[in-house]
């Protein structure tokens, strides 16, 4: 089977890195560089695939060095504490390239999907160079597939109070899903693309061209929210206030009144230039990332804009809170890190960098409450790492690229990718097989 361009130049780094050999036998006693970083794909390799005495590349013969740290995530499980605002050290990144040493053979293989696995007959076998499974890794399985969208799904809500889960789709529809059984109990059109989905108490709020739709799912009551100018990106809820970020840059507010059940507008931020497509509240204050590149740091009383950050340089995909820290990603293939300074400004403590462009981050915790970061890219994968050393736990493979990643009870987490499938997958407590099918 041929091998691609990236393979080619990979051969050409060995080359550079190793210098041109002097016969079989000493390319023989070489390690193989792709081995060494987890991605070889040649079958059978001329180079060594066994450890020598040296560490290898980026510490992957070490244990990952983990910092015994109870962090929180703000806004993926809005419940916990958030305390964004005090100076601390930088502790981030230790131990990048360990964890279990069981995923090396498996990220050897070429990060991708077969097609024909999918199909159901792939004549490979265990020799083929591509995935033969939807996931690497032994903490976590996949559970199954709901399935019915035409297009991407663009959010995923859980309402409390409801046995029902809730898709929305860019085929302008919501599907309801009955969490017993799996099935499909509804369908709705909404007539607009839908951008985002979150969900409030028993309340689901859908983003669509120049609206946002309301629906509480205990009274089946529906509101719709105008004020919108072209389509809505990002929803959050803080402050008994929903922000709603706007395709003309705009940061709309919806005060909740209790009295009369309703929304009343109370506010327009302003201030991107782009549309904005991220948003997360945490410790007083609403954090905004856009297609203009930077992050906006609002007062979530004042709604006054207290700073801008301009370290990335490419669109904000998505920003997470994480007890005092924020969390930033974008299509520059970094994801940063920020603490507040002692002026109370962030700065960046931290970058990881991704061979691709990143596209969601969502935090959770495992079945052994420790804190994880899944971040979706634009290679249709989702990477799972610990925090804050950024070891990676495992892979998440898709059809299509992930935008949609929500946390569920029980240890329990789904994504929705650009093929309309919404996938479930569940923490386990003891490790289990790697990449099982």
């Known amino acids: 089977m041929d091998l691609d361009n990236g393979d080619r130049d990979g051969n050409r780094r060995l080359y550079q890195r190793l210098g041109p050999a002097s016969g079989a036998a000493d390319r023989q006693q070489k390690v193989c560089y792709h081995w060494l970083a987890g991605r070889c794909n040649r079958f059978p390799c001329q180079f060594l695939h066994s450890e020598q005495a040296s560490t290898g590349i980026n510490g992957a013969s070490k244990r990952a060095q983990h910092f015994p740290y109870d962090g929180k995530f703000q806004g993926s499980v809005r419940r916990s504490p958030n305390s964004v605002g005090q100076a601390v050290p930088s502790k981030w990144g230790r131990g990048r390239g360990g964890g279990s040493t069981g995923l090396t053979q498996v990220f050897r293989k070429t990060e991708k999907v077969c097609t024909y696995w999918v199909g159901g007959h792939c004549s490979y076998g265990e020799r083929c160079r591509y995935q033969h499974s939807w996931f690497v890794g032994d903490s976590f399985t996949f559970l199954t597939s709901l399935e019915g969208h035409q297009k991407a799904i663009s959010g995923i809500a859980l309402p409390s109070g409801s046995d029902k889960l809730y898709s929305g ?143 990335h340089t490419s669109v904000v995909m998505s920003v997470l809170c994480w007890d005092q820290f924020l969390l930033s990603a974008s299509l520059d293939k970094t994801i940063k890190v920020w603490a507040a300074t002692e002026s109370g400004n962030l700065e960046v403590i931290y970058t990881h960098s991704e061979e691709h462009g990143v596209l969601s981050l969502c935090g959770m915790h495992d079945a052994q409450a420790k804190p994880v970061l899944l971040c979706a890219c634009n290679d249709n994968t989702v990477c799972l790492y610990d925090l804050p050393s950024f070891s990676e736990r495992g892979k998440l493979f898709s059809k299509e690229e992930v935008r949609a990643i929500q946390v569920g009870p029980g240890g329990l987490f789904f994504t929705g990718d650009g093929a309309g499938h919404v996938k479930v997958w569940k923490w386990m407590e003891q490790a289990n097989n790697i990449g099982l099918e």
């Not at 979150?198 to 739709?213: M, W």
């Open 169 to 311: 789709s860019k085929d302008e529809s919501v599907r309801v899903w009955d969490c017993q059984s799996g099935k499909c109990a509804g369908t709705f059109t909404l007539g607009g693309e839908i951008g985002c989905m979150i969900s409030e108490g028993p309340c689901v709020f859908i983003g669509i061209p120049n609206s946002v739709k309301a629906w509480n799912t205990l009274t089946n009551t529906e509101l719709n929210l105008t004020g919108p100018v072209g389509q809505v990106y990002s929803m959050i809820f803080g402050n008994e206030t929903l922000f709603a970020g706007v395709q003309d840059g705009s940061i709309l507010a919806w005060k909740f009144i209790a009295a009369g059940n309703c929304f009343e507008p109370a506010a327009s931020l302003n201030g991107h230039n782009l549309a904005v497509v991220s948003l997360i509240v945490g410790a007083n204050r609403l954090y905004s990332g856009s297609m203009d590149k930077t992050i906006k740091v609002w007062d979530l009383a004042t709604l006054q804009c207290l700073q801008t950050l301009t370290d």
